[in-house]
């Protein structure tokens, strides 16, 4: 086991590797930009190195700042956590250079799932259902035009590189293909330098479904059920839940068995999320994480498995803990995604946090990294919390999620509370009936 862990992150989930860390009796090293020098999981850590100045850029994406503050500290692993470098194959293989173990997949598995197009390719190789699409990248508006009309308007158009809706762009018809083409490229020359886009059939009304999975790197892979993250706005996730109201018990055994059936013949090591659009009861695969998700805890409340101790196990070179038939689904868990933004046009509201009073009881988690007193710095993402709650059934969920929801105050600036108070009380999240789509057309009635 290792001795010492340098987690790569902030926030939340840099305070939630600490709890894994300390359970499994290893020193934490918190690394923070000077705007996070109050930040709880700096005051939490047995160690701390400041890196940088708050542009993340300088700071948190300043990988020989890391591996120096390693160096110092003596930290023989990293926990990239979510964001930033999680997903940075580059960032693995330095760490690798520097014998220091990178807590999550191999440099090779990060970077075929980091290109959407090889992720494509390589999920239809390993029998994983997929969206039917361009074979690899378009250069020209020519050839887009002709893989548009063979699968009929209308598409999507994404960028090979891309991640949180960035580079994505709908044409509903010939009329707009060029245009949507040459957007979506500009974007994701600017998010990600690297122009490339591929075009999929764009699916109408289509579930957001994600099936967890972990490997131990040797052949052994398992799944633990799925999360509907369909509640979503501008491609981000607000809220998600596990198990997903559009499944039955058939369909979540066959994917679940397809997808941790591919991760054994990928030999994947860590913790994964394997993502699928859901239609007229058929998968479609869109990529996949290689890293932890900001929504794993539903995950964990269902299934009773901590995944970060799990992930810094594997990476220890031990087994998994859990074999499949070990993997029981229990109840029910939503999780509600709490921002410093405006809870009507989401502007970010960062500031000073005057009051704070999460809530409590049975099957009422609070995950966050702030307290009363804090102030929110205004360089980063504006999650500041998140509201996970466990019920025997969906409808227990619900009900303790309205109650929880009541009880939750935080004063000094505004916070997504009230949507999430006007959502639980809505009658299609009470039946469970909503798509992708559904709350941006709700919003824009509201």
């Not at 020519?142 to 009309?149: D, G, I, S, W």
């Not at 981000?236 to 839940?241: A, F, G, M, S």
């Not at 960062?350 to 205004?378: E, K």
């Amino acid at each position: 086991m290792f001795d010492k862990v340098l987690i790569a992150n902030r926030g939340e989930i840099a305070l939630r590797i600490q709890r894994a860390c300390r359970e499994l009796g290893i020193a934490t090293v918190a690394v923070h930009s000077t705007a996070d020098a109050d930040a709880m999981h700096v005051r939490l850590a047995d160690e701390s190195v400041c890196i940088g100045p708050p542009p993340a850029r300088d700071s948190y994406l300043n990988i020989p700042a890391l591996v120096t503050a390693c160096e110092i500290t003596g930290a023989d692993a990293v926990h990239p956590g979510y964001g930033f470098l999680s997903e940075n194959a580059r960032f693995a293989e330095i760490l690798e250079e520097h014998k220091i173990t990178f807590i999550g997949p191999t440099s090779e598995h990060i970077r075929i799932m980091g290109d959407k197009i090889e992720a494509k390719e390589t999920a239809k190789r390993l029998g994983i259902p997929v969206v039917p699409g361009s074979n690899g990248a378009v250069t020209s508006e020519t050839e887009a035009m002709k893989v548009a009309k063979d699968m009929g308007f209308p598409v999507l158009i994404k960028a090979a590189a891309g991640g949180g809706g960035r580079g994505m762009k709908v044409a509903t018809s010939a009329a707009d293909l060029g245009t949507a083409l040459a957007t979506a490229r500009s974007e994701a020359k600017a998010a990600f330098n690297d122009d490339a886009v591929y075009i999929e059939k764009y699916l109408q009304k289509p579930r957001h479904i994600e099936i967890q999975v972990f490997g131990d790197g040797k052949g052994n892979a398992v799944h633990l059920g799925e999360r509907d993250c369909s509640l979503q706005r501008r491609h981000q996730k607000v809220l998600e839940e596990s198990p997903s109201p559009a499944l039955n018990a058939a369909q979540r055994q066959k994917i679940g068995n397809t997808v941790a059936d591919a991760m054994r013949k990928l030999k994947y090591r860590g913790a994964g999320t394997v993502e699928f659009l859901f239609e007229d009861g058929e998968f479609y695969f869109i990529e996949m994480n290689t890293r932890l998700q900001v929504e794993h805890p539903v995950t964990e409340m269902v299934t009773g498995a901590d995944l970060v101790l799990e992930q810094i196990r594997v990476a220890a070179g031990l087994p998994l803990s859990f074999t499949q038939d070990d993997i029981e689904l229990k109840g029910h868990a939503i999780e509600c995604r709490i921002c410093a933004e405006n809870p009507r046009d989401f502007r970010p509201s960062p500031g000073q946090i005057t009051y704070w009073h999460p809530p409590g009881g049975l099957g009422v988690r609070v995950d966050s990294g702030v307290y009363q007193g804090y102030r929110i710095p205004p360089y980063y993402d504006s999650l500041i919390g998140k509201l996970i709650i466990y019920g025997k059934t969906r409808n227990d969920c619900l009900m303790r999620l309205r109650r929880a929801l009541s009880e939750f105050v935080i004063d000094g600036i505004e916070t997504t509370i009230p949507l999430f108070q006007d959502l639980v009380r809505d009658p299609d999240i009470a039946d469970g009936v909503y798509d992708i789509h559904w709350l941006e057309k709700h919003l824009g009635m509201k």
